[in-house]
């Protein structure tokens, strides 16, 4: 495994983490990779495919705006200009650590395939973060630049002053950079931030590509924070090989090739983003449209203009393509094979809802920062009905087979193969398992305790006629309801809720309850023009599930908490709940 100084472990957990990273399925990875590191793999698109389409990038600004293109020559120069930036004016070296507070744009992606050309890290931080918890992402990375995009931040006033109390940082001195988008921000830099567009445009081109330097594939790549909402985040350390092999497994699952045409529109700070629409279509040279971010209006447009075969989303995105009113007309995109779906949970109505609709299919999958992304896919080849069955009839779409780096299981809380059907933590082992958690010795013990990657999430399997094992999850372990001593998946009761005529979202919510632990509650976002009661909803739940898992109080609202990624936040609606604490609820 990597030499690494960023990850703390001991001995023990060392040696558990390097059985999480074998794979029996695929015992050696290295013959699928062709590229010694990503400096490599751009300097080879630059001399093999220079003058051939790589990225058209759409601000998001109108349904019908023009896209600003790239072909891979004109991106790697600037992945060259940016890595001669980093170097040689702010001092980024093999090891070091630039932190981004940014948007989707092309500079933001030259930034990421830059630092890998140097061997450095790439810490990608949630605009959505609070100036407390960037600061501490800051600090616990030892980012040595931090690039941050304006429209980000209304004020750096306070993300200053949280700066300015973090302990001095070993690797050294913190620099700061802007990248300016519209007012030029002139109290910032006069504050000590610096101009990086302004400092990008003084460093000449690079007519030819220049080689990369000699970087190892096990230099780490990535340091993704979790996004948990107790403590603090957790970093995620990648390799550029555990990249690689994700990057591989992807374009062999959905066969990805250099003729392939991919669409983004999720962020990129998240590794759903950088990994399924930037790494894998550069891994084998297939074109990528990227957009700002969603937007309904013209969507199916850009699929028809670019044709498009494959569109990474997330489930709150197909409901709101369901809404959206926006015409679809298949044959205007005729190679369009399907949606990947993944990072949160997919209801089987919203499922069914969308795959009705429009007649295209959603290729399920799961996967973890931790395990770089996707770990598992509802497999490409299904005939329809088979598909439909997987996402329709044992109460939560399939989240489809383990891809061919990483093996999976489903545990008990002793580390112990449970059988088909029964429910347990889903766990991984592979190439692609992260090398462990920056500086947090205590998390990676827990996370490796048995030699596999522990995910926190709660699943079961079944065995396919076919012989494969089918994956499903059931909500996040951390998340159940415990009622009575008696484990409730939210997402079960999700299912239902989200089942019921003129609710748009419905969320089980476990909240405090002096009778039983916990109780279920419920918050749910009706269809505009539809009024519903709480009595109706209860009603509703009880001829579907047992009154133990039936919610006693049910908020309405439209004020759903949601990640970056779209996923719910069912934890932040838990004190609307608080004062029902003290009641007892009997059927």
């Known amino acids: 495994m990597p030499d690494s100084k960023a990850v703390s472990f001991d001995a023990a957990t060392a040696r558990l983490i390097e059985q999480a990273h074998r794979c029996d399925a695929l015992p050696a990875i290295e013959d699928h990779l062709p590229y010694q590191n990503m400096g490599d793999l751009w300097h080879r698109l630059a001399t093999d495919r220079a003058d051939r389409p790589w990225m058209a990038y759409y601000p998001c600004a109108a349904d019908n705006e023009e896209p600003t293109c790239f072909t891979f020559g004109q991106f790697s120069e600037l992945i060259q200009r940016v890595a001669c930036l980093l170097e040689h ?9 630039v932190a981004t507070l940014t948007i989707n744009q092309p500079l933001t992606v030259a930034i990421y395939f830059a630092c890998w050309r140097l061997g450095a890290r790439v810490v990608p931080i949630n605009p959505s973060e609070d100036d407390a918890r960037v600061a501490y992402i800051l600090e616990n990375s030892e980012a040595t630049l931090f690039v ?13 002053k949280c700066l300015d109390a973090m302990p001095k940082n070993p690797a050294g001195d913190l620099q700061l950079a802007l990248v300016l988008d519209g007012a030029s921000r002139s109290a910032a830099l006069e504050a000590g931030w610096d101009d990086f567009l302004a400092a990008l445009a003084d460093v000449a081109p690079h007519p030819t590509p220049k080689p990369p330097p000699a970087v190892s594939w096990d230099s780490e790549a990535l340091v993704v924070y979790t996004s948990g909402t107790t403590g603090n985040p957790k970093g995620v350390v990648l390799t550029q090989k555990q990249m690689f092999a994700d990057a591989y497994s992807i374009s062999q699952w959905h066969s990805i090739d250099e003729h392939t045409v991919m669409m983004n529109v999720l962020p990129i700070h998240h590794v759903n983003g950088t990994i399924v629409t930037l790494v894998t279509p550069a891994f084998v040279g297939a074109q990528v449209v990227v957009n700002k971010r969603f937007r309904t209006g013209g969507f199916w447009a850009k699929l028809h203009r670019h044709d498009v075969a494959i569109v990474s989303v997330v489930p709150t995105l197909l409901q709101f393509l369901i809404e959206s009113g926006e015409d679809f007309d298949a044959e205007s995109v005729p190679n369009l094979r399907h949606f990947i779906c993944g990072a949160g949970p997919l209801s089987v109505e919203l499922a ?13 999958g799961y996967g973890l920062s931790e395990t770089v992304c996707y770990s598992c896919f509802l497999p490409t080849d299904l005939e329809w009905e088979d598909h439909c069955a997987w996402m329709y009839d044992h109460g939560f779409p399939s989240i489809g087979c383990p891809v061919i780096t990483n093996e999976m299981a489903i545990h008990d809380d002793q580390g112990q193969p449970v059988e088909d059907g029964k429910k347990g933590e889903i766990v991984i082992r592979g190439h692609n398992v992260m090398v462990g958690y920056y500086r947090n010795p205590e998390a990676n013990a827990t996370a490796f305790k048995f030699g596999w990657f522990r995910s926190g999430d709660e699943g079961f399997k079944l065995r396919g006629k076919d012989g494969l094992d089918y994956y499903f999850i059931t909500g996040r372990i951390k998340e159940l309801i415990i009622r009575g001593g008696i484990n409730l998946s939210p997402f079960e009761i999700d299912e239902v809720l989200n089942s019921m005529p003129g609710i748009r979202v419905g969320l089980a919510v476990g909240f405090d309850n002096r009778y039983w632990g916990e109780e279920v509650g419920a918050y749910v976002q009706v269809q505009p023009g539809t009024t519903l009661t709480q009595e109706q909803v209860i009603a509703y739940c009880k001829e579907r ?3 133990t898992k039936c919610p006693k109080v049910v908020l309405f609202g439209n004020d759903i908490p949601v990640t970056s990624t779209g996923k719910y936040q069912r934890g932040k609606l838990k004190h609307l709940f608080e004062a029902y604490k003290d009641m007892q609820f009997k059927d």
């Open 352 to 364: 069914r809802d969308f795959q009705d609709k429009f007649g295209v299919k959603i290729m399920h």
């Open 148 to 160: 941050v995009h304006t429209s980000t931040r209304e004020d750096l006033t306070h993300i200053e």
């Open 545 to 547: 599930v047992p009154w």
């Open 89 to 97: 004016e702010y001092g980024i070296r093999a090891g070091g650590s």
